[in-house]
């Protein structure tokens, strides 16, 4: 089964960029869909942003026109590029692999470990 592994966490000021990372042990191309979700402690996953190999790609109407999804099958990774960062954007981003693009956490079968990024005002 494939493994995902995050990267490009950190802290930032409100109004910077980061960019996020996520490396596949095997074949990205085994999953149709790659996304990212974000958790904060006592809440559930929220959708944040998700990518078919066909290039067809849904974001969270809280990101949309300022972060960008994007996958290079080659090196087997996924990023996402994150600009205007407000402290709301604050969480555990993870990423996560299925067969399809869904809103649901529950749908997807392969999760990262995570990684944190503090938005700091």
């Known amino acids: 089964q494939v493994q995902l592994v995050e990267s490009g966490g950190g802290l930032v000021q409100a109004g910077g960029s980061l960019r996020l990372s996520c490396a596949a042990s095997g074949s990205i191309l085994t999953l149709r869909a790659v996304g990212w979700f974000r958790q904060v402690p006592g809440e559930d996953r929220e959708f944040v942003a998700a990518?078919?190999?066909?290039?067809?790609?849904a974001y969270a109407d809280s990101v949309k026109d300022r972060f960008i999804i994007s996958r290079d099958n080659a090196k087997n990774t996924v990023y996402l590029q994150m600009s205007s960062l407000n402290p709301e954007d604050t969480a555990v981003y993870l990423c996560t692999g299925g067969d399809g693009i869904y809103r649901s956490p529950a749908l997807y079968g392969v999760w990262g470990q995570g990684t944190q990024v503090t938005v700091s005002s």
């Open positions: 990518i078919r190999g066909s290039g067809v790609i």
